[in-house]
C-alpha cells in the first residue's frame, strides 16, 4: 500500500531563515506530487506541483521553492521566510489525474 | 472567474440530527468533484469522487451527490466521531493536474 511521510511535524523558525520540507511517498511509481499551504481560517492553496523529476510548475508567486530530486521526494525550500509564510503545509500524491491522497503535514510557525 | 463556496461554515448538530453540507461552483467545465474530511491537526483524508451530475456515492452515514452547479454531503444520524472539517475540491477539465479546494464546513457533532 501507499504511505506518504512529511517532515518535520512542526517547525519555528525566525524570520529571514531558510526553510525544507521534506515530502517522500512509498508504494508507487511516478506519482503527481503537490505542495498546498493552509492558513488559519482559509481553504486549501496549491503552490506547486510536479508530474516528473525535475518538472515542477508554479502556482502563485511568492519567495517559496520546490524541487523534485528523485521521482518519490518532494522538497519545498526557502531563502528567507516571511512571517506570511507561516501556516500548516500539505504534500500530496496522485497517479496521473486522479485522487489526491495527503500527508500528516507541518506546522510552519514564522516568529 | 471559478470558484468553489461551501456552506454553512460551521455546523452544529445533536447526535443523531441528520443534515446536509452544500457544495457550489461556478467552474468552466467539472473534470471531478471530490470530497475530504479533515481532522484537526492532520491532512485531508479522502472520502468520495463524483465525475457526473446525477451520480451519488455512500460511506457509512455519509452520502455525496452532485448535480450539474451543486454537491450535497448529507449526513445521516451523525455520531460525535463525525466532528471534523469537511472539504470540497474540483478538478477543472482545462488542468486535470490540480485540485481547487473551498474553504470548508467546520462540523460539530454533540452527544
Known amino acids: 500500500s501507499q504511505t506518504i511521510h512529511q517532515w518535520p511535524a512542526t517547525l519555528v523558525q525566525p524570520v529571514g531563515s531558510p526553510l525544507s520540507l521534506e515530502c517522500t511517498v512509498e508504494?508507487?511509481?511516478?506519482?503527481?506530487l503537490y505542495w498546498y499551504r493552509q492558513a488559519a481560517g482559509r481553504g486549501l492553496q496549491l503552490l506547486f506541483y510536479s508530474v516528473g523529476i525535475g518538472q515542477i510548475s508554479s502556482e502563485v508567486p511568492q519567495n517559496l521553492s520546490a524541487s523534485r530530486p528523485q521521482d518519490r521526494q518532494f522538497i519545498l525550500s526557502s531563502k528567507k521566510l516571511l512571517l506570511s509564510d507561516s501556516g500548516f503545509y500539505l504534500c500530496?500524491?496522485?497517479?496521473?489525474?486522479?485522487?489526491?491522497?495527503f500527508g500528516p503535514g507541518t506546522r510552519l510557525t514564522v516568529l | 472567474e471559478d470558484q468553489v463556496t461551501q456552506s454553512p461554515e460551521a455546523l452544529r448538530l445533536q447526535e443523531g440530527e441528520s443534515s446536509s453540507l452544500n457544495c457550489s461552483y461556478t467552474?468552466?467545465?467539472?473534470?471531478?468533484l471530490f470530497w475530504y474530511r479533515q481532522d484537526p491537526g492532520k491532512g485531508p483524508e479522502f472520502l468520495f469522487t463524483?465525475?457526473?451530475a446525477g451520480e451519488e456515492k455512500e460511506k457509512e452515514r455519509l452520502k455525496a451527490t452532485l448535480t450539474k452547479k451543486e454537491s450535497f454531503l448529507h449526513i445521516t444520524a451523525p455520531k460525535p466521531e463525525d466532528s471534523a472539517t469537511y472539504l470540497c475540491a474540483w478538478v477543472p477539465s482545462y488542468n486535470t493536474d490540480k485540485l481547487i479546494f473551498g474553504t470548508g464546513t467546520r462540523l460539530q457533532v454533540f452527544p
Open positions: 463524483l465525475y457526473s
Open positions: 467552474v468552466s467545465g467539472l473534470r471531478g
Open positions: 500530496a500524491w496522485s497517479v496521473i489525474s486522479d485522487t489526491q491522497y
Open positions: 508504494g508507487t511509481s511516478n506519482p503527481n
